[in-house]
């Protein structure tokens, strides 16, 4: 395992100790998970933006095909 070098500010450091005692957890296992819930966060984000963007560049199509449908279930015999 890596290791860094951090510099936090005085009451987050005392604020994350606290919070790391209380759940009964090193320091540095409360950073990382920290760290980690921050980086599932953020590739949610991402992917959900990807997801958004793929949805925009089809929405086009995607209402024509809903639109051929409506007419069908309108008119099945058409």
């Known amino acids: 395992m890596e290791s860094i070098s951090l510099k936090l500010p005085k ?3 005392e604020a994350s100790r606290r919070c790391a005692r209380a759940l009964g957890i090193p320091h540095g296992e409360y950073i990382r998970r920290a760290i980690e819930r921050m980086n599932r966060e953020a590739e949610a ?18 209402m ?6 409506a007419a069908i279930e309108r008119d099945p015999d058409a």
């Not at 991402?46 to 997801?51: D, L, N, P, T």
């Not at 024509?64 to 449908?69: K, M």
């Open 11 to 13: 009451e987050l450091l």
């Open 45 to 62: 984000r991402a992917r959900a933006e990807r997801i958004a963007r793929a949805s925009r560049k089809v929405r086009k199509e995607s």
């Open 64 to 69: 024509r095909v809903n639109a051929e449908f």
